[in-house]
């Protein structure tokens, strides 16, 4: 099993940054690719971003690329989605997913542990 716990959300306004973590334990962290996914009211949750096990491939949602982080350091077990230029549009609960394998994967069901979230607010 794998725990992963997030933290680092909170209110921001348009145009900050925000920087999530989430540290996972109970297994190899550098064997599972990891990534970000969100959840707004009433939406579906949906993809953010995504990081090989390695680090070697990243992949992002079109919404957030070039504003969004994703990076993880093994050795400390956590995985980071540094957040900039954030708009109301980026509102939403923010959950750590990690998957047993080496590759990234852009849809929830392809994940197999995921964290409790943590509530980002980004006020206009």
């Known amino acids: 099993q794998v725990q992963l716990v997030e933290s680092g959300g909170g209110l921001v306004q348009a145009g900050g940054s925000l920087r999530l973590s989430c540290v996972a334990s109970g297994r190899t962290f550098s064997s599972l690719a990891t990534g970000w996914f969100r959840q707004a009211p009433g939406k579906e949750r949906e993809f953010v971003a995504a990081?090989?096990?390695?680090?070697?491939?990243?992949a992002y949602a079109d919404s957030v690329k070039g504003r969004f982080t994703i990076s993880r350091d093994n050795a400390k077990n956590t995985v980071v989605l540094q957040m900039n230029s954030v708009n109301p549009e980026d509102t939403a609960v923010y959950y750590c997913?990690?998957?047993?394998?080496?590759?990234?994967?852009?849809?929830?069901?392809?994940?197999?542990?995921w964290g409790q979230g943590t509530q980002v607010t980004v006020s206009s």
């Open positions: 997913a990690a998957r047993n394998a080496r590759y990234i994967g852009r849809n929830y069901y392809e994940y197999d542990y």
């Open positions: 990081i090989s096990r390695g680090g070697g491939s990243i």
